[in-house]
Antibody
Framework: EVQLLESGGGLVQPGGSLRLSCAAS????????MSWVRQAPGKGLEWVSA????????YYADSVKGRFTISRDNSKNTLYLQMNSLRAEDTAVYYC???????????????????WGQGTTVTVSS | EIVLTQSPGTLSLSPGERATLSCRAS???????LAWYQQKPGQAPRLLIY???SRATGIPDRFSGSGSGTDFTLTISRLEPEDFAVYYC??????????FGGGTKVEIK
């Protein structure tokens, strides 16, 4: 069964750091790009960051650029999101999601994110 | 940066009715870059449509996507009880970035 399981969420003070993990199983992890998407309480979806299957290309939303770092360990089938300088507006459920291709744009088409984890909650508050 | 505006914000319909959801882009978007998702309360999103009109694996054929340029549509031909949810469009943009629309809630009338 294809599965994504996030962990690492919690309560952190403004300015603090947190590292999220996403353990993948049931598919060839290195063959797919991966993303982090977040959802603030009662709000819509916001894409945060993405990484190609090899890990060689990374992409960020302007709202997190310079503060968050996405990475992956294909030998451990695990995706990470290192979050630094956290702000109250970073409070959200964070989902990891599997893309349907090894890079975001595969032969000129975006295939979307077909597998999602259950999410991990990050709360930034003093 | 391209902004996706979804309308209406809420759609009140009865089971069996047809639902038409709109996603309008602030600039022209390639139809190859447009996806739709469904999200139910307390659940992760589910991919419905990619490439504006291609159904994802396992998605019933009552769901269909269409459109080009700046105007895209998700149509649910006959609403089933399990279709009442929030729907989001998403586009692949320059940089690149992946932008979501604000969502349309389909509720039972």
């Amino acid at each position: 069964e294809v599965q994504l399981l996030e962990s690492g969420g919690g309560l952190v003070q403004p300015g603090g750091s947190l590292r999220l993990s996403c353990a993948a199983s049931g598919f060839t992890f290195s063959s797919y790009a991966m993303s982090w998407v977040r959802q603030a309480p009662g709000k819509g979806l916001e894409w945060v960051s993405a990484i190609s299957g090899s890990g060689g290309s990374t992409y960020y939303a302007d709202s997190v650029k310079g503060r968050f770092t996405i990475s992956r360990d294909n030998s451990k089938n695990t995706l990470y999101l290192q979050m630094n300088s956290l702000r109250a507006e970073d409070t959200a459920v964070y989902y990891c999601a599997k893309d349907q291709a090894v890079v975001l744009l595969w032969f000129g088409e975006f295939y979307g994110m077909d597998v999602w984890g259950q999410g991990t909650t990050v709360t930034v508050s003093s | 940066e391209i902004v996706l505006t979804q309308s209406p914000g809420t759609l009140s319909l009865s089971p069996g009715e047809r639902a038409t959801l709109s996603c309008r882009a602030s600039q022209s978007v390639s139809s190859s870059y447009l996806a739709w998702y469904q999200q139910k309360p307390g659940q992760a999103p589910r991919l419905l449509i990619y490439g504006a009109s291609s159904r994802a694996t396992g998605i019933p054929d009552r769901f269909s996507g269409s459109g080009s340029g700046t105007d895209f549509t998700l149509t649910i031909s006959r609403l089933e009880p399990e279709d009442f949810a929030v729907y989001y469009c998403q586009q692949y943009g320059s940089s690149p970035t992946l932008t979501f629309g604000g969502g349309t809630k389909v509720e039972i009338k």
